[in-house]
Nanobody, 119 residues
Framework: QVQLVESGGGLVQAGGSLRLSCAAS????????MGWYRQAPGKPRELVAA??????NYADSVKGRFTISRNNAKNMAYLQMNSLKPENTAVYYC??????????????WGKGTLVTVSS
């Protein structure tokens, strides 16, 4: 009953910026944590950034360039990506740990949005 939908991906030149959005909808009591993962061709999925409560964490390779944020009232998360590099090219996935009832939490994934950084 919960769906995550990413948007904002596309083609951008190296050094440019892009802002990804993730909208969560459905039977949501609350969202405990949200994050962004990515998977490049031939590579495993990796954590890019995550936020839970008041804390955030980032992959070392994106610190200082990417920023994760949330709008709890709208059940949305964002990833602001600056100074993009060709090696950042990947499908970016939204992830959320969602409380769907008093006793139950579940993890959900979006279908992903493609980010392509050209040189």
């Amino acid at each position: 009953q919960v769906q995550l939908v990413e948007s904002g991906g596309g083609l951008v030149q190296a050094g440019g910026s892009l802002r990804l959005s993730c909208a969560a909808s459905g039977s949501i009591f609350s969202i405990n944590a949200m994050g962004w993962y990515r998977q490049a061709p031939g590579k495993p999925r990796e954590l890019v950034a995550a936020t839970s409560g008041g804390s955030t964490n980032y992959a070392d390779s994106v610190k200082g360039r990417f920023t994760i944020s949330r709008n709890n009232a709208k059940n949305m998360a964002y990833l602001q990506m600056n100074s993009l590099k060709p090696e950042n090219t990947a499908v970016y996935y939204c992830n959320a740990d969602v409380r769907i009832s008093l006793l139950t939490t579940r993890v959900y994934w979006g279908k992903g949005t493609l980010v392509t950084v050209s040189s």
